[in-house]
């Protein structure tokens, strides 16, 4: 019914600047319903029986707001589909927080592919599916995506696979943009993109940018004006020589083994015999905005030492029962050191520090120095081993600009990766 609702509200605007060219009142009433509403999950229906349900243009509605599928259809081996638009509704899911349906979806749309297509956002099974339907036509679709799609990984994992497989290319893209919720009161913000694609593109593909709309030759899957080229993951430098970036202590402690400034104070008031474990500890927010925070760092503690502070034990005590009720078996394991951070990677000497996520108004990411007294969390990429000449590459203009364009993003803000802009930068 929402469906059918807001198709009368578009040919309702559409009938008015009608009438306003030709200067005369076009009859909307009585309403009357030219669409084909099929209610249900778009990724376990077979696209192609759409064409024989009616000969008028059906609606594909699927779970899920604000996004697209349309493609129009010539005639494929002389036989003229009934349809010319296909229009769904895909959810904007992040490949994190896809739940268990939607990740058995994704395992009966890629089935049989050798991608890790589990790593990728929820609406990457729409392309496979539109690519599916069009192979030998020349049929055009579009798809308002999640902008991570473009970004990072993703990149790689779904687009390499869909060009070498099914050769789909861009025919027109609109770069990331902010998509506001049109109510007042709800503030929603999701960073989309448009990708218009097929199989048989345009000599000339249009490229709507910032700044405008560009006519350019080509546009790659990072929605650059570029050639097409694919910078994958990579679990080393691809230049020798060069040391390896690692991402800090992850703490798995539920908060327990962290500290604000406050909450430490009040802790050695109950337990002043912590003082000695109690580290300074920085996440991504504390290292850019120089906040203080702290944590109990209890890896040198002998069991004596840590059984003579019943506050701390109350505090590993919570860890414990916080790693035995996850659902992971890896984070259940991690329960029989719960006075431990759940993955430890301290440098035993200065490392260079630089934030996983960072805002896109900044030109440089913030970059720095810390000593080993600091704890990094698991929010901060650290380099244990670095020189100042690495130092001196990574904050430079030329890092930036490999930065900001191989980066995957958090919304708009930078999002940097170890395995993709790091290990692929030419040093």
Same mark, same amino acid.
């Given at each position: 019914?929402?469906?059918?609702? *807001?198709?009368w509200i578009a040919e309702s605007q559409v009938n008015s600047l009608v009438n306003a060219i030709l200067q005369e009142k076009r009859a909307f009433l009585p309403l009357k319903t030219s669409a084909n509403i099929v209610e249900g999950n778009a990724l376990r229906l077979d696209w192609a029986t759409l064409q024989?349900?009616?000969?008028?243009?059906?609606?594909?509605?699927?779970?899920?707001?604000?996004?697209?599928?349309?493609?129009?259809?010539?005639?494929?081996?002389?036989? *003229?589909?009934?349809?010319?638009?296909?229009?769904?509704?895909?959810?904007f899911v992040g490949s994190k927080y896809s739940s268990e349906s939607q990740?058995?979806?994704?395992?009966?749309?890629?089935?049989?592919?050798?991608?890790?297509?589990?790593?990728?956002?929820? =609406?990457?099974? @729409?392309?496979k599916m539109a690519l599916d339907l069009i192979k030998g036509t020349s049929a055009k679709c579009a798809l308002v995506s999640t902008n991570s799609i473009t970004q990072g990984e993703q990149v790689a994992a779904i687009f390499k696979y869909l060009h070498?497989? @099914?050769?789909?290319?861009?025919?027109?893209?609109?770069?990331?943009?902010? @998509?506001?919720?049109?109510?007042?009161?709800?503030? *929603?913000?999701?960073?989309?993109?448009v990708i218009g694609f097929s199989t048989n593109p345009p000599k000339l593909r249009k490229l709507y940018t910032p700044e405008g709309l560009k006519l350019v030759e080509n546009i790659n899957f990072y929605l650059k004006p570029a050639p097409n080229f694919f910078?994958?993951?990579?679990?080393?430098?691809?230049? &020798?020589?060069?040391?390896?970036?690692?991402?800090?202590?992850?703490?798995?402690?539920?908060?327990?083994l962290i500290l604000s400034s406050e909450g430490r104070k009040e802790f050695l008031k109950r337990e002043p015999k912590a003082q000695k474990?109690?580290?300074?500890?920085?996440?991504?927010?504390?290292?850019?905005?120089?906040?203080?925070?702290?944590?109990?760092?209890?890896?040198?503690?002998?069991?004596?030492?840590?059984? &003579?502070?019943?506050?701390?034990?109350?505090?590993i005590k919570a860890v414990?029962?916080?790693?035995?009720a996850s659902t992971r078996g890896a984070t259940r394991k991690l329960a029989?050191?719960?006075?431990?951070?759940?993955?430890?990677?301290?440098?035993?000497?200065?490392?260079?520090?630089?934030?996983?996520?960072?805002?896109?108004?900044?030109?440089?990411?913030?970059?720095?120095?810390?000593?080993?007294?600091?704890?990094?969390?698991?929010?901060?990429?650290?380099?244990?081993?670095?020189?100042?000449?690495?130092?001196? =590459?990574?904050?430079?203009?030329?890092?930036?600009?490999?930065?900001r364009a191989t980066a995957g993003r958090l919304k708009s803000d930078y999002r940097y990766s170890n395995t993709v802009v790091y290990n692929n930068f030419v040093w």
């Open positions: 019914t929402v469906a059918k609702t *807001a198709l024989d349900l009616t000969p008028r243009p059906p609606l594909l509605a699927g779970e899920g707001e604000l996004s697209l599928f349309e493609g129009f259809y010539t005639k494929v081996d002389g036989t *003229a589909h009934k349809y010319d638009y296909i229009m769904g509704n895909p959810p990740k058995a979806d994704m395992d009966f749309v890629f089935k049989g592919a050798t991608i890790k297509y589990r790593a990728l956002d929820y =609406v990457s099974c @729409w392309y070498e497989h @099914w050769k789909i290319e861009i025919d027109f893209a609109y770069q990331s943009f902010v @998509w506001d919720s049109e109510l007042k009161d709800l503030m *929603a913000h999701v960073h989309c993109v910078i994958e993951a990579h679990k080393e430098p691809i230049c &020798k020589d060069v040391p390896m970036m690692i991402t800090g202590n992850m703490p798995q402690d539920d908060g327990n474990f109690i580290r300074r500890f920085m996440g991504a927010e504390e290292f850019i905005n120089k906040l203080p925070r702290y944590c109990l760092w209890l890896v040198d503690a002998t069991p004596e030492e840590l059984h &003579k502070m019943p506050a701390v034990m109350e505090k414990k029962e916080f790693r035995l029989e050191t719960s006075w431990l951070f759940g993955e430890i990677r301290q440098p035993t000497g200065n490392f260079i520090v630089i934030p996983k996520t960072s805002s896109e108004n900044r030109f440089y990411i913030p970059i720095d120095w810390l000593d080993a007294s600091i704890i990094p969390g698991d929010a901060l990429r650290i380099i244990p081993d670095a020189t100042l000449y690495h130092f001196g =590459v990574l904050t430079s203009r030329v890092h930036m600009a490999w930065m």
